[in-house]
């Protein structure tokens, strides 16, 4: 199993581009999840969603978009970048009933 | 909400030293708690995790972590530093079903 994956490791975007940040797993999990890591604040939950369909937001929202049409994958969009979306982001799974949270290796995103 | 707190972003100790990581959470019912480490420029990997049963918890690498609910503590500790120790740890609780929230992490250092 490759576990979850994430690409791009890192990207450069200029302020107003958009992008996809891709995910996969292949561990058959329905909960899935995205998160930002910026310096002394933890990792802060972005979107998750519960299965095939079903998403919903997290703690910081705004400026992002989720869809998840397979089980497998859980794509990030960022619809028009930031500079205050420069940021490390982690994708991660679950399966039920468990809570322990599978993770990726991470993107490394900056917004110039 | 939960919330969780780390006591210390940075901590140093020697090799061979006691490692002791504080976490305290605020959660209104019991919760699942969790430590992951973060090796630089690498995804997170569970340390351990308390979910019923006995409070003491063992993980990989020789850590521990003892949920103590009158403390509302679940603090990590390590009897002897090793090098490879050097990573950021983060503690982290559930909130409800869905949602792990994270500590700010601790960054720690080992010194030869």
């Known amino acids: 199993n490759a576990g979850v994956t994430q690409t791009p490791k890192f990207q450069v975007l200029k302020t107003g581009q958009s992008m996809t940040l891709q995910c996969a797993q292949d561990?058959?999990?329905?909960?899935m999840s995205w998160y930002r890591q910026d310096p002394g604040m933890g990792l802060r939950l972005i979107h998750y969603?519960?299965?095939?369909?079903?998403?919903d937001q997290g703690e910081v929202p705004n400026g992002y978009n989720v869809s998840r049409s397979t089980t497998e994958d859980f794509p990030l969009r960022l619809l028009s970048a930031a500079p205050s979306q420069t940021s490390v982001y982690f994708c991660?799974?679950?399966?039920?009933?468990?809570?322990?949270?599978?993770f990726g290796p991470g993107t490394r995103l900056t917004v110039t | 909400a939960q919330s969780v707190t780390q006591l210390g972003s940075h901590v140093s100790v020697s090799e061979g030293a006691l490692v002791l990581l504080r976490c305290n959470y605020s959660s209104s019912v019991p919760p699942y708690l969790f430590w992951y480490v973060q090796y630089p420029n690498q995804g997170l990997q569970l340390l351990l995790k308390?979910?019923?049963?006995?409070?003491l918890v063992k993980g990989i690498n020789g850590f521990e972590a003892e949920f103590k609910k009158s403390e509302t503590s679940f603090h990590l500790t390590k009897p002897s530093a090793h090098m490879s120790d050097a990573a950021e740890y983060f503690c982290a609780v559930t909130q409800g079903a869905q949602k792990l929230v994270f500590g700010q992490g601790t960054r720690l250092t080992i010194n030869p």
């Open positions: 308390y979910t019923t049963g006995a409070t």
């Open positions: 969603s519960v299965g095939a369909g079903i998403t």
């Open positions: 561990m058959n999990h329905e909960y």
């Open positions: 991660a799974s679950r399966g039920t009933p468990s809570y322990e949270q599978y």
